[in-house]
């Protein structure tokens, strides 16, 4: 249980953090 309260928040900062960086580039294209 603990383990599991721990991977999910790291995954979700995983993907958080890559469509952040998609975001960023597609901004850069238009801009």
Same mark, same amino acid.
């Given at each position: 249980m603990v383990t599991l309260s721990l991977v999910v928040p790291a995954a979700d900062v995983s993907l958080f953090s890559q469509? @952040? @960086? *998609? #975001? #960023? *580039?597609r901004y850069r294209e238009v801009g």
């Open positions: 469509f @952040a @960086a *998609e #975001r #960023r *580039e």
